[in-house]
């Protein structure tokens, strides 16, 4: 049955040779986020294995509304100003309602 949460799925391109720097930037403004909030039940970042300048995200918020809040947060604006002249376009991102997780 559906849970109620909500779940992000970002598949996140660089321009070439700049994934190290977005991984950086990661780690400085998002990790420790992620690690210590109460509103993610599941958050995966990974590095894509085939594509060197392809980062994957997946998070699992508790509720919509506790995206929408982590979203519009200040903290979250000031990472994405800075990320984003590594980027080589839009990430593509689809929202689902999880239906089963193991």
């Not at 085939?50 to 200040?74: L, R």
């Amino acid at each position: 049955k559906p849970s109620g949460e909500v779940a992000l799925f970002l598949k996140i391109e660089t321009q070439t040779g700049k994934r190290e720097a977005l991984v950086s930037l990661w780690d400085e403004h998002l990790k420790i986020r992620a690690a210590e909030d109460e509103v993610h039940t599941d958050y995966i970042f990974a590095l894509d294995m085939n594509d060197p300048n392809v980062v994957h995200i997946t998070e699992v918020y508790t509720t919509q509304a506790a995206f929408q809040a982590n979203a519009q947060s200040a903290w979250f604006a000031d990472y994405l100003a800075e990320v984003g002249p590594l980027l080589a376009g839009e990430p593509i991102f689809a929202m689902a309602s999880p239906y089963w997780v193991k």
